[in-house]
């Protein structure tokens, strides 16, 4: 019985580290996709009147821009960062809780590690 609870509370408290970090991490991507139209947008505002002339500045052109190129960086700084951050510090762990118990056989993970990267680079393609 203190074994199923232990995994109930493990369970409560990485649901809620999942919580925080989405939100934190949609949090910070949205302000910076802000922040980043915001600059773009006045800085078009100060162009001179012969840049709007342009064909690769017309409004549609701009306003593509605007609309893109932060998303990508919300894109960016959002999920792929959270899941780049996330496995990380899995592997640190991994590793960490392998050198405890049994130093040779971490090694060898550690070792390997190479290896599962690159099938799992090729098995994504």
């Known amino acids: 019985n203190i074994l199923s609870l232990c995994f109930f509370l493990l369970a409560v408290f990485a649901a809620m580290f999942l919580f925080a970090q989405h939100y934190t991490l ?3 991507g949205e302000g910076m996709t802000f922040a980043l139209r915001r600059v773009s947008f006045v ?5 001179h009147v012969g840049w709007f ?7 549609g052109a701009l306003t593509t821009r605007l609309s893109t190129e932060a998303t990508l960086v919300h894109n960016l700084v959002g999920p ?4 780049f951050a996330q496995a990380t510090v899995s ?7 392998g050198f405890g118990f049994s ?3 971490a090694l060898l993970g550690l070792v390997l590690s190479p290896l599962y990267l690159f099938c ?3 098995s994504s393609k």
């Open 53 to 59: 002339d342009e064909k690769e500045n017309s409004v």
């Open 91 to 97: 592997i640190g762990v991994g590793i960490a809780v």
């Open 43 to 47: 800085n078009m505002l100060k162009m």
């Open 80 to 83: 792929t960062f959270g899941v």
């Open 26 to 28: 949609g949090r910070s």
């Open 103 to 105: 130093w040779q056989i």
């Open 120 to 122: 799992g680079m090729n």
